[in-house]
């Protein structure tokens, strides 16, 4: 069992910055073998992928943060980290970091993923 804990939501203006970290209970992190995701729930919406990082590395984002966000784990401090630019009103919402080893399926579903976070709130404000 992989337990994930995400951290760093908070309130900031529209067109601010923001970093998230995701930390697990087990290597799933610092391991290439774990797949490692974001994703967002804004209220009253579906929880949706942000951006993702294969076993081989490979990058995956939503297009409505593609420019503005970057994902990427930092292996010497064991987390996943999503770092948010220029951010919308629209970004607002529950984020959740995600895990799995199995990494089949389509990169954005939920049922692709086994292990979540219990999520970080990120509020932007105009």
């Known amino acids: 069992q992989v337990q994930l804990v995400e951290s760093g939501g908070s309130s900031v203006q529209a067109g601010g910055s923001l970093s998230l970290s995701c930390t697990a209970s087990?290597?799933?992190?610092?391991?290439?073998?774990?797949?490692l995701a974001w994703f967002r729930q804004a209220p009253g919406k579906e929880r949706e992928g942000v951006a993702a990082?294969?076993?081989?590395?490979?990058?995956t984002y939503a297009d409505s943060v593609k420019g503005r966000f970057t994902i990427s784990r930092d292996n010497a401090k064991a987390t996943l980290n999503l770092q948010m630019n220029s951010l919308k009103p629209e970004d607002s919402g529950t984020y959740y970091c995600?895990?799995?080893?199995?990494?089949?399926?389509?990169?954005?579903?939920?049922?692709?993923?086994?292990?979540w976070g219990q999520g970080t709130h990120v509020v932007v404000t105009t």
């Open positions: 995600a895990a799995d080893s199995g990494c089949r399926g389509a990169v954005f579903a939920e049922r692709s993923w086994a292990y």
């Open positions: 087990r290597d799933s992190i610092t391991d290439n073998r774990y797949c």
């Open positions: 990082i294969g076993q081989n590395g490979y990058l």
